[in-house]
Each structure stands twice: as C-alpha cells, then as structure tokens.
C-alpha cells in the first residue's frame, strides 16, 4: 500500500531530487589512504585522457595499492575500537553509537519535500496540510465541506518507521564483537 501511495503522490504531486550525496565513513583514514587515493584519482584523470597501455598500467598497480592502503588502514582502526570498546570508558562509546545508529534509521522512507498544486517546494509542516488535503480529495471526492479532522494528539517523535535498538541487542552485538576481536 504504501508503495501504491507513494507512486500514486509522485504522479500528482511531483518530486525533487533531493541531496543525493551519502556520507563517507572517512573517520578511519590517515595519510597513506590519503595518498593512495590521491595517486589512484591522477592515474585515473591520466587514463580518462589518454587510454595507452602504459598509463591503465599504472592505474592498475595504483587501485591495487590503493585498496590495499584502505584495507590495512581500516582493520587496524576497528581492532583498536574493538580494544577500546571493552574497556569501561567504551560501553559509553557502544550506547553512543547504537543512537546515532538510531538516529540515522529512524526516518527511512520519510518524504522530505514535495511540490502543491502550484508546483512550488513545499517543507517539513505544510507537507502534512498538503497530504491531508490530497486524501480528503481523494476520498470525499473532491468535495471539501466534509472535511475529516485527523488527529495530531501523537507527536512526531512517536511514529517510526524503524523500531528502537533494544538493550539486548547491544549486549549481543558487544558480546560478537568481542569474539571477532580475539580472532587472528
């Protein structure tokens, strides 16, 4: 259903695109990941403008180093979070990133801007006003004078569409993480 909804909004309201960028994880990056993308980007701008066997080469050997630099990079990063995630100081880090865990989830399939029928941008409150006068179009016909009053008695923060990380799943998760980091 909500799938019908959303394709059946898109059709009559329209659709921005919206920020497409998704955030890197970089927090594990040092120099030598820095240099080695950094190497493997030039060789890449090299080939893009000259396609000799020499230059996808030395594109080759520099994707090579470069993933290896990542992968070296990131195992040591997480194998000192795991070290210092045992420690007392880090079950305060666990919970802290469980919320922010949370946090990004919570609001998967939220549509955050949509257009009126004027077709100008409409955000965060007057959304609501717009899907409320939608299906009471949509539902009583067109006809406005038997409009429903939809409850706003619950506030936001008590509509998820993705439940809350429980207690016991942390301690599962520190418990794997545990066992993963005793590993060669």
């Not at 090579?64 to 630099?69: G, L, P, Q, Y």
Request: net charge positive; proline share 1%; charged share 40%.
């Amino acid at each position: 259903m909500a799938t019908c909804i959303r394709k059946v909004a898109a059709e009559v309201l329209g659709v921005t695109k919206g920020n497409k960028g998704t955030t890197k994880d970089t927090w594990w990056w040092n120099e030598d990941v820095q240099k080695a993308l950094k190497e493997k980007k030039e060789c890449y701008k090299r080939v893009f403008h000259d396609r000799s066997s020499d230059n996808i080469e030395r594109y080759k050997v520099a994707k090579k180093i470069a993933k290896r630099a990542v992968s070296e990079a990131k195992g040591r990063e997480y194998n000192d979070l795991y070290q210092r995630l045992s420690t007392k100081e880090g079950e305060k880090d666990v919970y802290k990133m469980a919320r922010i865990s949370d946090r990004k989830t919570r609001d998967l399939n939220q549509v955050k801007c949509i257009k009126d029928v004027r077709d100008q941008l409409l955000l965060k409150e007057d959304i609501k006003l717009r899907w409320r006068e939608y299906f009471d179009n949509l539902f009583n016909g067109g006809s406005e004078s038997t409009s429903i009053q939809l409850d706003d008695s619950f506030d936001d923060a008590n509509r998820h569409f993705v439940r809350r990380i429980q207690e016991t799943e942390v301690r599962k998760a520190m418990k794997r993480m545990k066992g993963q980091s005793s590993g060669p």
